[in-house]
């Protein structure tokens, strides 16, 4: 019975704190999608210089595999 009450315990007390690691995880989700934001605007930028634009080797032909899920 002891086991009992302390698994009970336990779980009221992770209870308390999934709104928090929600709250974070979403946070941490966003940074991330920011970042990569980030870097797909300097790669864009760096496919423009005349520099490197000549250098690149050409796009690779590519499949849509999400079925437009994602956003």
Avoid: C, F, H, Y
Wanted: a positive charge; zero cysteines.
């Amino acid at each position: 019975m002891e086991k009992i009450r302390e698994i009970t315990a336990n779980l009221e007390k992770g209870s308390r704190e999934i709104p928090a690691v929600i709250r974070t995880t979403k946070r941490g989700i966003q940074e991330i999608r920011d970042g990569v934001d980030d870097i797909n605007r300097v790669v864009k930028a760096l496919e423009k210089a005349p520099v490197i634009r000549g250098n690149l080797p050409p796009k690779p032909e590519g499949r849509d595999l999400d079925a437009g899920l994602r956003k």
